[in-house]
């Protein structure tokens, strides 16, 4: 039997990063308005202080981003802000302890603007690949409306 180990992460000061995070056991707690608008909310709160946001969207069991580390910042302790952050305003909104998000978030260092462009392009599709909506600009926990409309409850994006 052969044994995979985890490659480390890639650590990368100023990269981009198109990042996944899900739910523990893929709870679909985010399909709850409040809890997806809470969502929304924290992640476009840290941009500009940790980060660019150049797209984002909230799914009912995991969320993408795209966003550039600014100075000083490191792509785990982001995350773990946001995510640390959202798991104790979640639970106290549905009233529940325990775990939200799974132990480990995926990223992938941007490489190049075909790179941004594809996962750019997934973030705003991905709730229209799902079933849910007819067109990505048209689910609201999503920077998509910004992008096709210029309108976003969520505040303006940095340009992709």
Request: proline share 5%.
């Amino acid at each position: 039997m052969r044994l995979y180990r985890r490659l480390p992460r890639l650590d990368l000061p100023n990269a981009t990063y198109f990042v996944t995070v899900t739910t523990s056991e893929r709870k679909r707690w985010f399909s709850r308005r409040a809890c997806a608008e809470l969502l929304c909310r924290l992640i476009c709160a840290e941009r500009g202080r940790s980060f660019l946001l150049h797209a984002f969207v909230v799914m009912p069991d995991h969320y993408h981003m795209l966003a550039t580390l600014l100075d000083g910042h490191r792509i785990p302790s982001v995350m773990g802000r946001i995510n640390s952050l959202s798991a104790r305003r979640l639970n106290a909104i549905i009233s529940r302890r325990g775990t939200v998000w799974s132990r480990r978030f995926y990223d992938h260092v941007v490489r190049n603007e075909d790179d941004f462009g594809e996962c750019f392009s997934y973030i705003h599709d991905n709730p229209r690949a799902s079933g849910i909506v007819a067109s990505g600009s048209e689910y609201r926990y999503s920077s998509a409306g910004y992008f096709e409309g210029g309108i976003s409850p969520w505040g303006d994006f940095d340009p992709p």
